[in-house]
């Protein structure tokens, strides 16, 4: 083994460490921060008179039951989309063409996505194909309710799933010469589900290509431009965040502006625009701030 390649697995090593002490102390911080919790409120109890716990308790369950219903309010949502909605696709054909790193930051885009699904006033009918081997293995791992997500699961590929109706699907891609207006309630939409660092240029493309498949691209350039000093290709979870904001309100701009992170649009003083690649997906890291706010919606039971 080569001293470069010694070095690169030291600091590697190194990072995995450090990552899981942190991880360690900040599971350790929250325990504490529970525990604490509970001790003022076992103490407060301990300082009521009867009428005050007897109150306390009505307005606690109170509050357990408007969160029961507005959960299950979520999943009916969930459920009608499911049967109803706009077919969305995530294509999960690209396991060998991932690290398992990668893999991992796939499965944590695809928890965002059903998260932005749950949250959406109007779902999508969300169907994974190409679900098996490796990637679902790693999503069972980080998704330990995925046999509660309202979903639609195919071990198959979209082209066995939907071999009676391979006209009703578009592969969304950066490259198609077709930019989408609007959203075809009688088409299902398909998102490359790869994160390569974008290694592998016009893999969706080509593929879509290769089959005969329709293709379309986001409406991007007519509604923002993107800062050429950051990396101009999306996530699996903010390309459909956009579509299903689109069928929220009908509004290309407000669904980008929604879903882009303001970091990533140019500002006043740049001109220079580049061009997504395989459905505006990447590897980027998500903002762990936004993962504790997605993950009270994962998963709805």
Known sequence: MSKNKQKKLKRQAAFEAKKAAKKAEEKAAKRAHQERKLSEVQKMIANMSESERQAWEEQMAQKRQARKQTSQEK????????REGQRILI????????????VKSLCK????????????????QLILTSAEGAIMEQLRKQASGLDNWVVTLHAESY???FHDSISDLVYLTADSPNELTELDPSKAYIIGGIVDRNRHKNVCCNKAMS????TARLPIDGYLQ????????????????????????????LALNTA????KRMDDNENEVSENECAHHSDEHIHKKRRTENSSDLPVS
């Open 109 to 124: 885009q695809l928890l965002y996505s059903y998260s932005a699904n749950v949250r959406a006033q109007k779902p999508a």
């Open 91 to 102: 294509d999960l054909d690209f396991a060998d063409k991932m690290t398992h790193e990668e």
């Open 159 to 161: 082209m066995t799933a």
């Open 226 to 253: 993107l800062n050429s000093s950051f990396s101009t290709v999306m996530t699996v979870n903010q390309v459909f965040s956009i579509l299903v904001n689109y069928l929220d309100h009908k509004d290309w701009r």
């Open 75 to 82: 999943r009916a949502r969930l459920q009608q989309g499911q």
């Open 260 to 263: 882009i992170p303001q970091r």
């Open 211 to 214: 089959q005969g498949i329709s």
